[in-house]
């Protein structure tokens, strides 16, 4: 089993949809979750940290369910420039690396 | 601050050379991390290092490969005897404690190509 799996993509979707990605994570001692962004496997970059309670930021939300070890993100009213792959990523128990999900593509359509 | 700085950008090396790939962190940050994206896979940790210490290297090729982060210079990956499926994308980040996430100054360089040929 991945450390962490992704929704199989490409999501296709019109402006203006909303999208839900999902990921779990097998290890039950993580402790430090984030949403990364990708744009034609250029460097990723933080789209943002994922807590227990939940965050919102804009159109994005981010949870986390560690009893079930799932988290998620919701992006609404989607815009061209969400297009991009979406990186699941998690932070063992013994901190220093980030592992990732193998990513879900994002295609917003006019 | 010029943030994580890598090069080359594009490295093409034949197969059995040698491909040596440089990361410099961020002003301030004494801890790197080598991650390798291999075509139409997620990014994979490769290893971890800290100035003249490896912390981590789980990731890392049994063979081949090796890191170094000297006390002077540039953080250094390092493949020998190439082959072709060592064609991938090599990221670097670094971070300025040991508890790295974007909370953390987890910052990504923008990459080498490498192409086996």
């Known amino acids: 089993r991945k450390e962490v799996e992704q929704d199989p993509g490409p999501f296709n979707v019109p402006e203006g949809a909303t999208v839900a990605f999902n990921c779990t994570y097998s290890n039950s001692a993580s402790q430090s979750f984030f949403w990364y962004r990708q744009d034609c496997r250029k460097e990723p970059k933080l789209l943002m940290s994922v807590y227990s309670s939940g965050n919102e930021d804009g159109r994005f939300t981010a949870q986390l369910n560690r009893a079930s070890q799932y988290i998620s993100l919701l992006i609404r009213d989607s815009k061209l420039s969400d297009s991009a792959t979406y990186l699941c990523v998690v932070i063992p128990n013994q901190g220093g690396k980030l592992i990732f999900g193998q990513g879900t593509e994002l295609s917003v359509k006019p | 601050n010029a943030g994580v700085m890598q090069n080359p950008r594009h490295l093409v090396r034949r197969r059995g050379q040698e491909a040596r790939l440089r990361c410099s962190p961020m002003?301030?940050?004494?801890?790197v991390y080598w991650y390798r994206q291999l075509p139409e896979e997620g990014l994979k940790f490769m290893v971890y290092l800290q100035k003249e210490n490896i912390i981590d290297e789980s990731g890392m090729p049994k063979e081949r490969f090796s890191a170094e982060f000297p006390k002077e210079g540039p953080s250094i990956l390092r493949i020998q005897q190439v082959v072709r499926g060592d064609s991938a994308a090599y990221f670097c980040a670094s971070s300025y404690i040991d508890r790295p996430g974007g909370d953390y100054g987890y910052t990504f360089g923008s990459g080498t190509r490498l192409t086996v040929v």
């Open positions: 002003k301030g940050h004494s801890h």
